[in-house]
């Protein structure tokens, strides 16, 4: 049947060229095009030894699967040597259809001045095919208005159509009911395409009552009802029809075991996989693309990579899905590297590479440290034309978030021309993961200033950019948004509000929080756990964890690293650490290596080094974390030397430095002061891109300043307005170490006017500030401000602080009454604080009373018998002083010993008292004996009182000669050039004598020379003292 429409050009290439078509019925399949055969080019056409064109006349353009061919030859048509008849024409819609050139054929169609139903159902398969689902769908209703019905070519095309269209159910529903009336069910195809129809909306019964139904089922009806189940979740039923399928005698296609597989790896049915193997092996299609591919999927998601990629090897033919299906496999089972190297393999393969391929290796790229891999892929993307999918641009976020190139990610971001929510979420999780807890929030306040609906990983994300009493004001926010959002429900975003809640020391809202929660599930017990552990309630951790267990909840490794956690006092190894510990070597989950580093942390935090030692030791496959466990151990206890050991170890290994690691190098460097390590380690965390992370940055300026580069300190010190409270609490205390006092207060006030609050870490060094620096008003006000002001609860520290401002300031009267008067019990530093004081201006009795507090306390305190034996020295009573050196010797108390050290020529020289076992100690005596002769002439007096032996007075002079302070200055003296600073580092406060020596030397020798003790840094030039004699 033809529809006329009444002729005109047909110029789809824009040819000028006018013909008519043949009007003669097409139905004949023979039906050739009318040709002159004395035409040239139709001989050219016929001889043409390309069979796709010598069979042009035979079967139109239907063999043509070149493009460049099709469009050459139709090329030819238009100039003239032909007519086309309907046949040709709609071969010619076939061609472009199945060439990805939908507009061309959709254009051939509207241009043909008569079709028949051939035309219709070619472009509407076309339309089909090229997913332009609605143009199929409009097509149809034209077509239907013309008078031309359904057949059995078109109604297929039309369920697929209103399947995909996802809004087309009625129409489909009304396209059954016409079926039925024109008898058309029973044609299996017509029958399979209503299956696939009804399946792609979810009515799976439907389709399932249309199945059993058919008069005659082949296996594509029963492989399309599988794959609805399977596309609907009833992957049982799938197992359940393929079952049936086998009872009945029916073969099994690719598809149908392609959808078993896949059915069977849905339900973690590992003994079923093998029997449909058997099967499959049976049927001869073990080999077959697609079943193989399912193959390598399934035995990869179960964890049989070595199965899974024998599998892959033994293919015949690999496709791009068989690469994806064994990248995944190894990507999702540990093995990046060998993810790596098969990607590699499949690029020198020259395989196609798409979407899940690229996202795959992104996934991998941080577990393999390789982001030279991440950019390469980057750059592969604008390559293929996939820079535009959202998909694999949230996934470089991750990427480069992961492997700290947190500004690569922010480019990437702002580059990017369009955004999903997973966009805006990975961004703010990235940037928590950097440390950049405000950039986080920022991101959530553009997202919701642009309009966009926030869901609860948006909210989860912000509220661990919270988890900091800084934070606790934005977390609050985030919590009133949570509410108004409706989303205060929901499980996930409920963790991270009692976890954030938690992390900022409020674990009365957390438990409140955690009390409203309907759902509580194994998470949410941890976070509450988690909660009173970060904040030391070890006797909460205990009642948490016990309401737990009767809640019929089973703790997990982190359940027991929380435990772990909050076990940081000797009392508490006893009555909680050591019988956990127990529970875990029971229950098998001393083999869980993140349990293991906690145990090694516990020991530590419990005063049990040799413990954490122990664990250490013994274990063979060592991760980062674990190295890091074991430097953190050390450096708890002040084994400075070790922990750098261990990071050399660690070196050694071939075990990565990561953010962790890093700044614990540069702590350790920073406490015993070895500016050379720590350059060299700045430098490394450059190198590796980690010199923006937070932690590190910040571990960076406290390495600075504690090595006395106050000046290096100021160059990496953030912007103001940009600053984190952990970099101005840094700040405020080099400047209160180096004596900027005034600095350190303006510094102080600077960070309260940009809105950042000051913490009990901030007063610490502020009062430290005003106590060294004689500030004894401005520090009594602070400390009146603190609480009432700034929300900090007195704390001993700041206690501390307080006894020793007005203990230098000689106002003993006043700290003693202070004491008295402190909202909380007095510690050893306090009693130490005032016996120092006592000592320094002569309150002998005081001192006394300070004394017998410390040793009540602790008998075996070595600083309290020094403090105290310097004390009765000083004022003469050498009878005391003999007497607690003998109460020291009887109960085996050894004083610790000071010592002075001093790096050279990157090589660090330690000096103690005395020079017997130093090799260039003739030297050094030579140049003690000159400096001592220099500054006598200068006008020095020694000052025997800091001589602390009952001796006569020229060996109380010698004795103060011998000091760790003077050797390590003349060695320093005789080794370093001439104009170049002097940086020398004492364990122990610096003798008032040495003090007056280094003065006197600086101006002797025109060096600058700066000396550290436990205390601050003291600057000495032309003769002068940054402390002003105030220290």
């Known amino acids: 049947m033809l529809v006329r429409h009444g002729k005109k050009k047909l110029s789809p290439f824009k040819f000028e060229s006018s013909f008519t078509f043949s009007t003669t019925d097409s139905s004949n399949p023979s039906l050739k095009c009318r ?3 004395n ?24 063999l043509i699967t070149n493009e460049a061919v099709g469009k050459s030859l139709h090329a030819v048509c238009l100039k003239g040597w032909t007519h086309l008849s309907i046949f040709h024409t709609n071969t010619l819609i076939n061609m472009y259809s199945k060439l990805g050139q939908i507009k061309y054929a959709k254009k051939v169609f509207d241009e043909m001045p008569e079709r028949n139903e051939a035309s219709w159902n070619n472009m509407i398969s076309g339309f089909v095919k090229a997913g332009w689902n609605q143009d199929a769908c409009g097509l149809f209703l034209e077509m239907w208005r013309r008078g031309l019905e359904l057949n059995g070519y078109n109604v297929p095309s039309l369920l697929t159509a209103f399947s995909r269209s996802g809004d ?32 792609g909306y979810g009515f799976v019964s439907d389709a399932e009552m249309l199945f059993e139904d058919f008069p005659d089922r082949n296996v594509v009806s029963w492989t399309s009802l599988m794959v609805n189940c399977a596309n609907g979740g009833l992957f049982c039923k799938v197992i359940e029809l393929y079952r049936r399928m086998k009872r009945e005698g029916m073969s099994c296609n690719q598809n149908t075991f392609t959808t ?22 049976k049927s001869g299609l073990e080999t077959n693309v697609s079943v193989a591919n399912s193959l390598v999927s399934v035995f990869g998601g179960f964890g049989q990579v070595e199965v899974a990629n024998y599998i892959f090897d033994s293919m015949d033919e690999l496709d791009t899905i068989s690469w994806n299906s064994i990248l995944a496999a190894f990507a999702h089972n540990g093995l990046a590297e060998e993810c790596v190297r098969y990607f590699h393999l499949m690029r020198l393969n020259q395989a196609k590479v798409d979407q899940s391929t690229l996202s795959t290796v992104l996934y991998v790229c941080d577990c393999v440290d390789n982001l030279s891999l991440g950019r390469g892929i980057h750059g592969l993307l604008f390559k293929l034309g ?58 959530l306040r553009e997202l919701l200033h642009m309009g966009n609906m926030a869901n609860f990983v948006t909210f989860a994300s912000a509220l661990s950019a919270c988890t900091n009493a800084e934070f606790l004001s934005g977390g609050i926010i985030v919590h009133t948004l949570v509410v108004t959002s409706g989303l205060h429900e929901n499980e996930i975003v409920g963790n991270a509000l009692v976890t954030m809640y938690g992390k900022c020391g409020m674990t009365q809202e957390a438990s409140k929080i955690f009390h409203c929660m309907s759902e509580k599930g194994l998470v949410t017990w941890n976070a509450l756990i988690g909660s009173y552990a970060e904040n030391e309630q070890v006797d909460e951790v205990v009642k948490a964890y016990k309401l737990m267990r009767e809640s019929g909840e089973d703790p997990n490794y982190i359940t027991l690293i929380n435990f772990l956690g909050s076990c940081r006092d000797p009392s508490n190894l006893l009555n909680h650490g050591m019988p956990l510990h127990a529970h875990i070597l029971s229950t098998g989950f001393e083999s869980n290596v993140y349990v293991r580093n906690s145990l090694i942390s516990m020991y530590a935090n419990c005063g049990d080094l040799s413990s954490s030692s122990s664990i250490f030791c013994a274990l063979v496959n060592r991760t980062p974390a674990t190295w890091n466990a074991m430097v953190a151990a050390n450096t ?23 953010q962790f690691s890093l700044s614990a190098s540069l702590s350790a460097s920073a406490n015993l002061a070895i500016l050379e390590d720590g350059q060299h380690l700045h430098g490394l965390a450059i190198k590796i891109g980690f010199d923006s992370n937070h932690f590190v940055a910040n571990a960076v300026m406290d390495m600075y300043g504690k090595c006395g580069e106050l000046t290096d300190l100021l160059k990496l010190v953030p912007e103001p307005k940009t600053r984190s409270r952990l970099s101005w609490n840094i700040l405020i205390s080099a400047f209160a170490r180096h004596g900027c006092f005034n600095r350190a207060r303006e510094t102080f006030h600077e960070m309260v006017a940009q809105g950042a609050k000051p913490d009990h870490v901030t007063f610490v060094s502020l009062l430290s500030a005003c106590s060294h620096g004689g500030l004894v008003d401005e520090g009594l006000e602070y400390f009146a ?12 520290e700041h206690c501390v602080c307080i006894v020793d401002l007005l203990g230098r300031a000689g106002r003993i009267a006043e700290a003693e009454a202070f004491i008295e008067e402190m909202p909380v019990p007095p510690s050893d530093f306090i009693w130490r604080s005032l016996l120092a004081a006592s000592k320094t201006h002569g309150h002998f009795e005081l001192g006394k009373k300070a004394a017998q507090h410390l040793l009540a306390a602790n008998p075996s305190d070595d600083s309290a018998y020094v403090l105290y034996s310097n004390a009765c020295a000083t004022s003469g009573r050498w009878q005391d002083v003999l007497g607690l050196r003998g109460k020291m010797e009887s109960q085996n108390v050894r004083k610790k010993p000071a010592y002075s050290w001093l790096n050279v020529r990157n090589k660090v020289s330690t000096f103690g008292a005395g020079l017997e076992s130093h090799p260039d100690s003739e030297k050094i005596s030579l140049k003690l004996l000159e400096l001592k002769k220099e500054i006598k002439e200068a006008g020095y007096v020694p000052d025997i009182s800091f001589a602390l032996h009952d001796t006569d007075e020229e060996q109380k002079e010698d004795n103060l000669w011998k000091h760790s302070e003077r050797l390590a200055l003349a060695y320093g003296l005789l080794n370093t050039e001439q104009g170049s600073t002097l940086r020398i580092f004492k364990n122990l406060r610096v003798c008032g004598d040495c003090h007056a020596v280094y ?4 101006s002797a020798v025109q060096r600058q020379i700066i000396l550290r003790d436990p205390y601050r840094f003291h600057h000495f030039s032309e003769g002068k003292c940054s402390c002003n004699d105030y220290w």
């Open 35 to 37: 040709q002159d055969p």
């Open 39 to 62: 035409n040239h080019m139709v001989q050219c056409i016929i001889s043409n030894p390309h069979s796709q064109i010598s069979g042009f006349f035979q079967k139109g353009f239907s």
């Open 168 to 199: 087309m159910f009625l129409e489909g529903r009304q396209i059954h009911s016409l079926v039925l009336k024109m008898g058309l069910e029973s044609d299996v195809y017509i029958a399979t395409s209503l299956l696939h129809f009804y399946g």
């Open 260 to 281: 078993v597989i896949s059915s069977c790896g849905a339900l973690d049915d590992e003994n079923l996989v093998h029997q449909v193997l058997g099967h499959v092996t």
């Open 386 to 443: 996939l820079d535009y999918d959202i998909c694999l641009s949230n996934t470089l976020l991750n990427m480069y978030f992961e492997t700290g190139q947190w500004r690569d990610a922010e480019k990437l971001f702002h580059s990017m021309p369009q955004k999903d929510l997973i966009s805006w979420n990975s961004m703010m999780t990235g940037y928590v993961l950097a440390g950049k807890s405000l950039d986080s929030l920022r991101v």
């Open 636 to 658: 708890h206890h002040g084994h400075w030397e070790e922990a750098l050991k261990l990071l050399l170890d660690m070196q050694r290994a071939e075990v990565d430095f990561d």
């Open 785 to 796: 401000v603190m609480t009432p002001d700034f929300g900090v609860p007195v704390a001993i």
């Open 999 to 1002: 003065k006197l030397v600086s």
